[in-house]
């Protein structure tokens, strides 16, 4: 299977966040296609964080978890907060049962609840302050 015959998962930019939703069955390809797309995404956006829903997904094994767990923390290095949200029951079960690392993982039930914690660990006027920062060092460059 090549690059152009992995499905992809879609990334939308939305209040400077990219928000990505899982509605598709999960493989090392999907996971490994996302990883590339995710961090592309970050570097030529800016984005202050990821939203990334998981409430398609019905089946997830510890493989799959530390993969994304990996993605995850290479969006931190970049600067990034992440919310998962939407876990499955189930899901979420199977990964405790399974010993899975969940510490450092922001986690919220709904997208309505992982918008609000993300305004909680980045606020949107944090941003501007960023741009200013920015824009200042780009002026002294200058002169």
């Known amino acids: 299977m090549n690059g152009s015959d992995v499905p992809r998962i879609p990334l939308q930019?939305?209040?400077?966040?990219?928000?990505?939703?899982?509605?598709?069955?999960?493989t090392a390809e999907v996971l490994?296609?996302?990883?590339?797309?995710?961090?592309e995404r970050l570097h030529?956006?800016?984005?202050?964080?990821?939203?990334?829903d998981l409430s398609?997904?019905?089946?997830?094994?510890?493989q799959d978890f530390e993969t994304l767990?990996?993605?995850l923390s290479m969006a931190a290095m970049m600067g990034v907060e992440?919310?998962?949200t939407g876990f499955q029951p189930g899901v979420a079960s199977?990964?405790?049962?399974?010993n899975a690392d969940i510490d450092s993982i922001y986690a919220a039930?709904?997208?309505?609840?992982?918008?609000?914690?993300?305004?909680?660990?980045?606020?949107?006027?944090?941003?501007?302050e960023l741009l200013s920062e920015n824009s200042h060092q780009e002026d002294l460059k200058e002169n």
Not at 94 to 98: G, I, P, R
């Open 109 to 128: 039930l709904d997208i309505d609840d992982a918008w609000q914690l993300m305004n909680s660990l980045r606020p949107v006027n944090q941003d501007t």
């Open 32 to 39: 490994q296609q996302f990883r590339q797309d995710i961090l």
């Open 13 to 26: 930019l939305s209040q400077g966040c990219i928000v990505a939703s899982i509605q598709i069955e999960i």
């Open 69 to 71: 767990r990996r993605t």
């Open 94 to 98: 199977a990964l405790v049962d399974l």
């Open 82 to 84: 992440t919310i998962l």
């Open 56 to 62: 398609g997904v019905e089946i997830m094994d510890l």
């Open 44 to 52: 030529t956006n800016r984005a202050r964080g990821i939203i990334l």
